[in-house]
């Protein structure tokens, strides 16, 4: 299937999507650890970069913003179930603060399949990437020293393919005044079904299809009403992806300005 393939605006390459993930378990010799937030395009291939001893939410948040407010913002951007990411996987239906974020300024999240291959392919291997050629390249005597050669190197991967980012979807504004309630209500979560066709989102139990056990499916969450519509997902066949199920869930959103304890 053609990259993004289960959203058929990235498919089609209308849209942009962008991808983030997290490098942890790197340590500097006699100095702290040091994990990296990494984030790539997917039609343009615009990368960036942020190392810190350790990654909070906050982080998170003033990383998504730095890019965003230079570039503009891509149409979904797409993360894996970490709770940095999602929220806190302790409360029941909510959804955290990057979340909530993304929705204010007009992005889609999406949320991949637990334990699935390939839906982070491009940014597993910009993190490869990435640990070749600064993390292993290089003896860092400090996390600055590490931050000063991520920035060489992210600049460096950025004018290398800039003929790429030039031709990639238009990318949507980022708001002047970052608003406080959400300019649309999207949340996507790619998921499989179990043996009996359901599966659990937000601590709650979904019935999808008795037929369709095993599957991959997109799941449409509307924050504001709770309205789910679980769409269906063959890489086999990528443009076939049929209503299957609508549901109702609880949804709570933490607000993303609010004050990290």
């Known amino acids: 299937p053609p990259p993004g ?67 503009g913002c891509p149409h979904y951007a797409q993360f894996d179930n970490d709770t940095r990411f999602q929220g806190p996987h302790r409360h029941p239906a909510c959804l955290g603060r990057v979340v909530h974020f993304c929705l204010c300024v007009g992005v889609v999240p999406v949320f991949v399949p637990p334990r699935e ?15 070749q050629k600064v993390w292993q390249r290089w003896r860092h005597r400090s996390l600055p020293a590490v931050g000063r050669r991520s920035e060489q190197f992210v600049a460096a991967h950025r004018a290398k393919h800039a003929p790429q980012a030039d031709t990639a979807p238009a990318r949507l504004a980022f708001p002047r005044s970052v608003p406080c309630r959400p300019t649309q209500p ?17 601590h709650q139990s979904v019935r999808v299809d008795r037929h369709w056990p095993h599957r991959l499916v997109r ?43």
């Open 117 to 131: 291959t390939g839906f982070q392919a491009k940014i597993e291997s910009y993190n490869n990437l990435w640990q």
């Open 5 to 71: 393939w289960y959203l058929p605006a990235v498919a089609d390459g209308a849209a942009e999507l962008e991808a983030f993930d997290l490098i942890e378990g790197l340590v500097i010799r006699h100095g702290p650890e040091v994990q990296v937030l990494n984030g790539i395009s997917l039609h343009g291939s615009l990368v960036a970069s942020w190392p810190y001893r350790s990654i909070l939410t906050t982080h998170v948040l003033a990383a998504l913003a730095e890019p965003w407010r230079r570039f």
């Open 186 to 202: 999207l949340v996507i979560f790619l998921r499989r079904t179990d043996a009996q066709g359901r599966l659990r989102l937000l």
């Open 219 to 261: 799941l449409h969450l509307d924050v504001r009403t709770g309205q789910l519509h679980c769409y269906a997902l063959r890489r086999r066949d990528p443009a076939w992806q049929p209503l299957l199920h609508t549901a109702h869930l609880e949804v709570k959103l933490s607000a993303w300005h609010r004050q990290e304890p």
